[in-house]
């Protein structure tokens, strides 16, 4: 199956999503099929903060439309973020779009996980991802959800993650689990910048990997399409 990636939103996530799911494609003996148009991240942004999803639900239109041409199956959204708009842009959509958030609850059910904490955008953070989790509890750190996702937007926009900002949102995970969550969860597609290759106390489950996973069982031909519309 043909994939398309709605990618840009942020640029390093998009590299982890083409680099982990070649690599899942390559564990299974399959090719890959996949083809990538580039969104504008602070476009994306903007609306967003401003809640204009129907907006942003027609950028996306216009981006699977190519990716359709392109011979594309598929589609999927490399941004947790930019999935606050999904409802509308599903609506819209010439090819079945595959979300990032869905597959979660079931992921933290199986794995017998009663309560998260979400690190990510201000959206995920305070809708506690769009309200999706139905088996699962989840949990943020209510007092600072501005100051961390105003870093998680200057970390994703720039590409890049210095040291107090790592330091930063490793001591958040921590205090999430001191809050009462079993695990932490990197609601953000960039956030790997902060965390890939740190060692922590306490589980770190990133949003990533659960959305390449069924993405390469669609690519593989293991899964079936998600319904149109």
């Avoid at 210095?162 to 009462?180: E, H, K, V, Y």
Wanted: glycine letters at 10%; charged letters at 20%; a negative charge.
């Amino acid at each position: 199956m043909h994939i398309g990636l709605i990618g840009g939103i942020g640029p390093a996530a998009t590299v982890v999503y083409y680099q982990r799911l070649c690599a899942a494609m390559a564990a299974r003996g399959k090719p890959l099929e996949l083809t990538l148009v580039q969104a504008d991240i602070h476009e994306l942004i903007a609306n967003n903060l401003a809640d204009r999803r129907e907006a942003q639900a027609e950028v996306y239109a216009g981006l699977i439309d190519r990716l359709k041409a392109a011979g594309a199956d598929c589609a999927a959204i490399t941004s947790i973020g930019g999935h606050f708009c999904f409802a509308e842009t599903l609506a819209l959509s010439a090819l079945p779009l595959v979300s990032a958030v869905e597959p979660m609850d079931d992921f933290f059910a199986a794995e017998g996980i009663g309560c998260v904490g979400l690190l990510g955008t201000r959206v995920v953070m305070r809708t506690k991802l769009y309200g999706q989790l139905r088996r699962t509890r989840a949990i943020a750190l209510e007092d600072e959800i501005e100051e961390l996702g105003q870093l998680y937007q200057e970390m994703a926009v720039e590409g890049f993650c210095d040291a107090a900002t790592r330091a930063r949102f490793l001591d958040a995970g921590q205090r999430l689990i001191d809050a009462g969550a079993e695990a932490v969860v990197l609601a953000g597609t960039d956030l790997g910048l902060a965390f890939d290759g740190q060692e922590t106390a306490y589980r770190v489950i990133d949003a990533l990997d659960v959305h390449v996973a069924v993405l390469a069982d669609l690519a593989s031909g293991s899964r079936a399409l998600p319904a149109l519309g």
